[in-house]
């Protein structure tokens, strides 16, 4: 399959990530927001029409679950949207392009002190987690939590509905990341790598690598919401083309 530019930002669009015990909503045609356990409405999609009514409809989202923060993702061609916002006193959170990538591609070389596992055990679930942990932050995943996803891990690949790898440096682990499987769509997240091991090629493994299963699993676009300063240059080296932005801006609900 070819993927045109309106594809891809459509693809893109539609990708609306809920963390554990959130509620996503949708309004056809409106909007999609996901209110998440930590007291946050985040608003991943929404028209640039009726700026008062889809507003309206969000702040009463947010008094229903007495949100303290609403996250709003605005893409570049919103600019009145985005306008709009700001007179609400929205704070700009985070800018990150919309990068793609045909699948699939040629090998990718590493250094050879670098190589790639899938998480498909007790242990690289523990060193995916650690890694990540170290990086993003938060709590470890209490033991019950890491049997689930232990258990989810040790699927076979075809009856999951994503996967992860983690990388190693000279056998330690050094990078991880995520993809979520939609349809044709390969939805790459969470990679970040130990900061002591960067600029040793985890990070190029862990992409690689991810890219390689999702083509042996039918997928035929890899997808990212790339951080600007960080992710977005990196994966551009990597062959991966830019469809546009998002921001997301911050601000908090008046309840009345």
């Known amino acids: 399959m070819t993927w045109s530019r309106e594809q891809v930002r459509r693809a893109s669009q539609e990708w609306a990530w809920a963390p554990p015990g959130s509620e996503l909503v949708e309004i056809p045609g409106r909007l999609t927001a996901v209110v998440t356990p930590a007291r946050s409405v985040s608003v991943t999609w929404s028209t640039g029409t009726d700026l008062e009514g889809t507003w309206h409809r969000v702040e009463e989202l947010a008094a229903e679950h007495d949100a303290a923060s609403i996250a709003w993702t605005v893409t570049d061609d919103q600019g009145e949207l985005k306008e709009f916002l700001i007179g609400r006193r929205a704070t700009l959170h985070d800018a990150t392009e919309i990068q793609a990538r045909a699948l699939p591609v040629p090998p990718t070389a590493v250094d050879p002190s670098v190589r790639c596992a899938l998480v498909d055990s007790e242990q690289t679930v523990r060193d995916a987690t650690a890694v990540a942990t ?4 938060g709590t470890p995943p209490t033991d019950e939590e890491l ?9 076979p690949l075809d009856r999951r509905t994503g996967f992860q790898v983690v990388a190693y440096v000279d056998d330690v682990p050094a990078a991880t990341g995520g993809v979520t499987r939609a349809g044709e769509v390969a939805r790459l997240w969470g990679t970040c790598t130990a900061p002591e091991v960067r600029r040793r090629d985890a990070y190029r493994a ?10 042996d699993l039918g997928c035929t676009l890899a997808l990212v ?21 998002k921001r997301t801006y911050r601000l908090a609900p008046d309840h009345g």
């Open 206 to 215: 862990a992409t690689a690598a991810r890219l390689a299963v999702a083509a």
């Open 147 to 155: 049997r689930e996803q232990v258990r989810e891990a040790t699927k």
């Open 225 to 245: 919401n790339a951080l600007v300063d960080t992710s977005a240059p990196i994966l551009a080296r990597l062959g991966f083309t830019s469809y546009g932005s």
């Open 134 to 137: 170290r990086v993003w932050g």
